[in-house]
């Protein structure tokens, strides 16, 4: 086969970045690449990837230290088949270690192009975030911040097919829009016109919550935990209000995990894959039958990527943000 | 029968309180008392006990809105079998509702003249703790705050017991000696004299915690956060550092709940009384075998109980503050 020649496009960061990343902190590079794996032992289990599209996290601190790790989707050159796993910001990946970076799912569903937020990391995070550490009974009353998200809408809708009461909060008015209309919460509320979110949660719960999914952190689980009930759960899936600040903000309210003996517990999508064909038993029907709604929030190009991830801070998409590398 | 009268001394607060109380908060009253319970259907469970002793706890914010509730150990007038239950402060009392107030034991073992401690509240608060919410596993490295506390010093020596490595801090040299060579700890620290909390825990526990009991909070609970190990768990027995503030220090580190993937879950020791016979089954054993020590604080008569609660914020008792009533 001959050697291709093709140009790489890939993100940097320029500076070390403390607080929020700014887009002026990243740089769109261009360096040309030879479609060949490597020589040499280190690359025997080696693949070379060619990356169609990333879904954008925003645990912006770890990008710091190790790049731009992101739940990528892609095609193995030349082979040609689907995968899925962890890579950076640019076009084509030398993946060295397929085995140890990430669990690569080869037997992708058929619908898998068009939910990638269903079927990939957002949809298990709900779940195992919801089932597993939650331990949901039915008619329980479950609160998700960030409500809109890529995660917070799927828990939504997982608990409102469970036989759960849902409310979610959200940061502006079609976000909250969203909740009620598209994806069928109960109530929906925008936290930015709150002024005391203590009050705000008793509207919404006058009997107290049972499940709190923590987006989040900060005042709104202080608040949440005064309005939680005896024996309730928080799964901390996410602080977004905290990262990226230099100290995070106080939590003053934990004397609630006694009196309302209350466990809460984080948890980290990577230790529930062995859930995974568990799971898209239970969703898979769900997404045929139309059951479930998804919004995801696209950017074309890679040439993009720093502005979705700066938004993301500020709450600007709306949905799972995707950037599309490549449209094969 | 006659109806005998007796002086019955009791204690009240005097005035609302707001931060840490003050023995001028509280003063020592006597009034005289018919050794009969009142007539009429309210009382038609009721039981007229004496008091003998109390063990003292510190959450006295409960205090201030529903007097002094204490776990007393008395002998039912006139029929003299030996109960224990929730009570108030004074030398007898009448119980309107004795089986919704507390569950009161009648079958305590033989044993239990010297070691209340042991076979009552703080016994059995260190078992469900450590047991139920933190799933030892033996080789696990244990850390416990506030240890030479009544629960402390037990959960220290049911988890040396059980197998596993276990280090205690508390806030005086004589305690640090008790932890270590009464109680069997394998290391123990004076937390008054480090300067760096973070630093001292990773001196004791290199590779992390994976239990921590928790009954402290405050700054501790943030440096713990920071060495726990992966799949943690943390059970909130107290929060003593905090009581009596008027806003509670804020918490910073959170985020470890997610990263490390910690359970945190408080608890009241009044949801394990189902698990008592279990409890006896393995703690009686143990105590005729002289394998568990335990240090008691004690206070002679009821006019010292203020002073010996005061005592406890500031960590003057040392081992469980007991306030002796009358000894028969």
């Given at each position: 086969m001959a050697e291709e020649e093709v140009s790489n496009k890939h993100v940097i960061l320029k500076n070390y970045v403390s607080g929020f990343p700014k887009e002026s902190d990243m740089e769109v590079k261009t360096t040309a690449l030879k479609l060949k794996l490597p020589d040499g032992g280190d690359y025997s289990g080696a693949i070379l990837v060619k990356n169609l599209y990333f879904t954008c996290n925003c645990s912006a601190k770890d990008r710091v230290t190790i790049g731009f790790p992101d739940l990528f989707f892609f095609r193995r050159h030349p082979i040609g088949d689907l995968l899925w796993g962890l890579t950076r910001w640019?076009?084509?990946?030398?993946?060295?270690?397929p085995e140890t970076r990430f669990k690569i799912?080869?037997?992708?569903?058929?619908?898998f192009n068009c939910s990638a937020l269903l079927t990939g990391m957002p949809g298990m995070t709900a779940y195992a975030g919801f089932?597993?550490?939650?331990s949901p009974k039915k008619g329980e009353r479950v609160f998700i911040s960030a409500a809109s998200g890529a995660v917070g809408q799927l828990v939504g809708q997982f608990a409102k097919a469970f036989g759960c009461y849902v409310v979610g909060s959200a940061g502006t008015k079609e976000k909250v829009d969203l909740l009620k209309?598209?994806?069928?919460?109960?109530e929906a509320f925008?936290?930015?016109?709150?002024?005391d979110l203590n009050a705000a949660l008793k509207r919404y719960f006058p009997d107290g919550i049972d499940i709190y999914f923590e987006n989040v952190g900060g005042k709104m689980l202080d608040a949440v935990l005064l309005n939680m009930r005896v024996h309730g759960r928080i799964a901390v899936c996410g602080l977004i209000s905290q990262y990226n600040l230099e100290q995070h903000e106080g939590i003053h309210n934990l004397f609630c995990l006694i009196t309302k003996r209350i466990k809460m517990e984080g948890f980290l999508v990577f230790d529930y894959y062995h859930l995974y064909p568990k799971f898209l038993d239970m969703v898979l029907p769900q997404i045929k039958e139309g059951k479930i709604a998804y919004v995801e929030d696209i950017a074309e190009g890679l040439e993009n990527a720093p502005s979705a991830l700066i938004g993301l801070f500020s709450g600007r998409n709306i949905g799972k943000q995707v950037v599309v590398v490549a449209r094969e």
């Open positions: 640019e076009e084509y990946s030398v993946i060295a270690d799912h080869n037997n992708l569903p058929p619908l089932f597993e550490i939650c209309n598209k994806f069928g919460f109960d925008n936290y930015k016109e709150e002024q």
